[in-house]
């Protein structure tokens, strides 16, 4: 049997990604999270399989986690952990830097527990503003100064220098935005259309120019279990995300229609830092990974407002 530690698992992403994994009788999953932004309501209590527990631990605190990894013998483990949301990372920047203990605590306990790769979850805004569109995970500069942004640029180099000093493989992954069921309140397309149903206004940063591209989680998560069943992508990078690019402000406009509400559009002053003008990544890889097309946006957007959150 695989034994998989999953931290951040009662997040959104993390724990799409773990149950997925529970699926598959062959793995035993441990559910490692602090449940300071995630949910035990988003463990996967649902399921009949018995292959997986939840432990509640701050990967950032180094007893707490050494107590789980310790007690286990990983075979891999996914390090999605972390403070996430541009207004909630811009509020605490200090807390976003506690991340850094979060590297050095997973990657230190699994080169000395024989962790076979740690997959790691990087970001889009490493790339800051956009010099080349797509953003390619080779040539375009990692230049942004938030501190989001830096800790997982720093995330990325502990992962390689981890790989270089003690043999240690990494998968990095860089995700864009992604949306889906169990995504919370807080980010634009759950938040709009939360807002959407109730009729309430729906408040844009900035003119509302500003691009973005949108992934299913569905395809987030399996591009990378891809990569893990089989053994892809290894001491190496890829963006995970969708490449069609549209304006904040016509995802509002989109979401008003489909869901025929009488919301208003606000707009509100741009925020001071992290709103990056544009971001697009070039997924090529994702695409050859996953062997099929991306679920179209209004194709996602119906599949959420059908999902039990929505409802």
Known sequence: M????????????????????????????????????????????????????????????????????LGENFDFVFHYAALVGVQRTQENPVKVLNDIEGFKNILSLSKSNGVKRVFFSSSSEVYGEPVELPQHEQTTPLNSKVPYAVVKNIGEAFLRSYQQEFGLDYTIFRFFNTYGPKQSDDFV??????????????????????????????DNVDACLKAFYENKVVNDV????????????DLAHKIISVTNSSSKIVHLPALKDGDMTRRCPDNTKMKELLGRDLLGIDEGISRLLASPQFQ
């Open 238 to 249: 890829i963006n995970i995300g969708g490449e069609n690019e549209i304006t904040i402000l």
């Open 2 to 69: 695989t034994r998989i530690l999953v931290t951040g698992g009662a997040g959104f992403i993390g724990s799409v990604l773990a149950e997925k994994l529970i699926l598959n009788k062959d793995n035993f999953v441990v559910i490692v999270d602090d449940l300071s932004t995630g949910s035990e309501t988003k463990l996967p209590h649902h399921l009949p399989n018995d292959n997986w527990r939840f432990v509640k631990a701050d990967v950032n605190e180094y007893r707490e986690i050494a107590e789980v990894m």
């Open 189 to 218: 397309m759950s938040k709009f259309l939360f807002k959407a149903l109730k009729g309430e206004d729906i408040t844009i940063y900035g003119d509302g120019s500003q691009t973005r591209t949108f992934c299913y989680c569905d």
